[in-house]
Every structure is written in structure tokens, then in C-alpha cells.
């Protein structure tokens, strides 16, 4: 089996990674993949861009690729699983209709209220002084979200009025996110624990994926600017039997089914950004129509079944005569960013790692190779990731990692995991 893999991040590699690991797979490419990938057993980087689809159909045809897994939600927003399909080529993701659900927050939003899948009250705007007016009308904290894709920084949790203020104008005036936050979303602040919550879906079925829980703030504490997320961990204890039934009963199968009742039928990851209250409800905080990153690289530590296996399924509608096992063990990743991420940060820093053993793996995501020299080549860099006996215990060892790896220009967190804990 050959297995094409789209993406450059740490997703992209803890993805790649877990195909190679079983003898039912040949080979697995990575377009255009990072430093990480090409030092990989089995694995070879393609020097084609996720967002090229053109050439990356004439890859997978000319490779006679099996099957290809999109790792970032851009070239499932473009269009790019409607392609391969009219091709004859077996992908795993949703179409770029079905791409919405990420692809713009208005469109969400006004899914899960038709539907009445429970979400966060809200307005949509493309003028920045009605904006204001109602953030005025509503009080703070409040959350306003770019309708677009913003690469997981589009959303700003404002608790002062001049903070709201600034986000708005940052958006609809001076186009800081340019065609992503041409509109926005303002939905009231949300009480609880989050916690993200992943599926594999078909046409006619759904896989749990193991729970996760991530950190998207900055700094320790869950403190300062939002991130892409900055570690991650799974299983989440939050998501308790209570928890897991009302999130697919409230959420997943009411979106599934309505998806199938608009005409536009969901295959792929769908991935449930929820807010959990106390009592055991679940609130959308939002969609992602492809696994999370960092939440991928701790979850296939964890996957014992061959991924391929389980996306050739789901893209020929078998996936309720197969499933998943996982690792009883936890996993633990810590993100190592470039100093100075979200904002401005240096790039073209050395970095020397550790050899590995069983139960630790370094996932690459902003790297490249000079030489053999590996190089800092982006914001989010590294994803340290460990199996432990429980949450304490990973924990530990992903720190343990860490230590291990000379890189004289990160910034990492330091209580990754403590919500869990």
C-alpha cells in the first residue's frame, strides 16, 4: 500500500509516522513535508505544495497511490477531495461544500442554530461599528472570531471593551486576516472546561478517535495570546461517559445527519471543539474538518490500527465493519515554539536532538533540513511527545524529552497537561 500524505506540520509527520509503522504499507510520501519526515524510515518528502492540486493529483496518479490523507484544512477549503474523486483517486476528507464547517464561521454558526445543535449565542458582521455596538450592548468577556481561516489565530477572547474594540477595527478595517476576516463572528463567553472531541466519519458511519485536550494559550496558566495550541494530551479526563454520549448524541450525529439532509454528505475527520460545563453539557465552540495539531501527534501515539486502513475504509463506506485500539497508556506532547510565536520570531536556528526510544518520539513541524543540519524553519517548531502510565507520568517524560533537545531559541510551556492533573 502506498499512502500520500498532504502537509508540511507536525500533524502531517505524527500522521506519516503512524502509516510506516505497519508492514501493510509500503511507502509513505509527504508533500511537501519538513525536516522530521525526511529523516523517517519509509517516508520521502515530495516537493509539492498542499495547496498545489493539480500536481498532487498527477503525483497520486503517477504513483498509483492507494490512498492520501489531507493533513491542513487550506486545501480542503480549495476543493481539493472534489478533485481527486473526479479523478478516481481514493482520499480522505471532505469536499470543499463540506469544507464550510471550518472554511467559514458564519456558515457554521448558522448551521448549528438551524439545526439546533448547541452553540454559543451570536451575531455576524461585516460592519465594524454595528460590531461595536453590540459587543457595548453585550458586556465583556466576550469572543470574536474571523469568519475565515486564519491558521488557529483568528480568535480573540476580549475581556476589556478596548480589547473587542482593537480586535474588530484589527479585522474589518485593517484587514489584518485579509479575505478571512472580511467578516467575523461575536459569540458570548463560554463558562466550562474545552476539550477536543475527533471522529472519523463516512457516509453512513462514525469512529470515535481517541478524546484529547490541548492548550491553545501561549503561556503557562493558559495565559496570554491564542496559538495554534501549544501541547496536548490524550485520553481527556474531562470527557467522561456522560461527556462522551452527550457529545455524539447532541452533537456528532445531529451534525452528520444534517449535513446528509442539506445534500452535502460528510467523509473525513470532523473534529468538535466543545466546551464542557460542569453538569456534563457540551457547547460547539467550533468545527475543524481534519484532525487538530498538536492533538494528532499524542493521539497516534496512542492508535495501534494502521490509520490507512481505517481512511480506505471510511472512503468506501465500511467503516462500521472495522475499528480502532488504542495504547491504555497516556500521551503527553509538548509544542516547542520559536520565541517571540504568534507574533514575530527568528528562523534558521540550529537544532540537535536526542535518539529516541520506545514510548518518545520528537515530531517536526517548522523544520528543514540544511545538510544534515536540522533548522528551526517556522513558529511552532518541535511537538516532544511521550507515553506515561497516566497523566503525571507522561507528563514527566515529554519534560524528560525536552531536556534531551539543544535548541537555543525555543520558548515552551512548562504545566502542559496541568488541567488534566
Known sequence: MKVLVIGSGGREHALAWQCAQFDEVEHVFVAPGNAGTAIENKITNIDIDAENIPELVSFAKQELVNISIVGPEAPLVLGIVDQFIEEGLAIFGPTKSAAQLEGSKVF?????????????DFRAFTDAKLAIK??????????IKADGLAAGKGVIIANSLEEAVHAINDMLEDNRFGEAGSSLVIEEFLEGEEASFIVMVSESSILPMATSQDHKARDNGDKGPNTGGMGAYSPAPV???LVFDNAMERVIRPTVAAMQNEGIPYTGFLYAGLMIHSNGNVKVLEFNCRLGDPETQPIMMRLQ???????IHATQDTLDKTE?????RTSLGVVMAAKGYPESYQMGDPITLPITSSGKKVFHAGTRLEGSQILSNGGRVLCATSLGMDL???QKKAYDLINEIEWSGSYFRTDIGFKGI
Open 305 to 311: 490500527t494502521n490509520l490507512a486502513e481505517l481512511c
Open 324 to 328: 480502532a485500539s488504542w495504547d491504555d
Open 239 to 241: 470527557v467522561s461517559d
Open 108 to 120: 457554521c454558526k448558522n448551521f448549528l442554530e438551524r439545526n439546533n445543535i448547541p452553540t454559543a
Open 134 to 143: 453590540y459587543v457595548e450592548e453585550k458586556g465583556i468577556p466576550i469572543v
Open 392 to 394: 503525571k507520568d507522561a
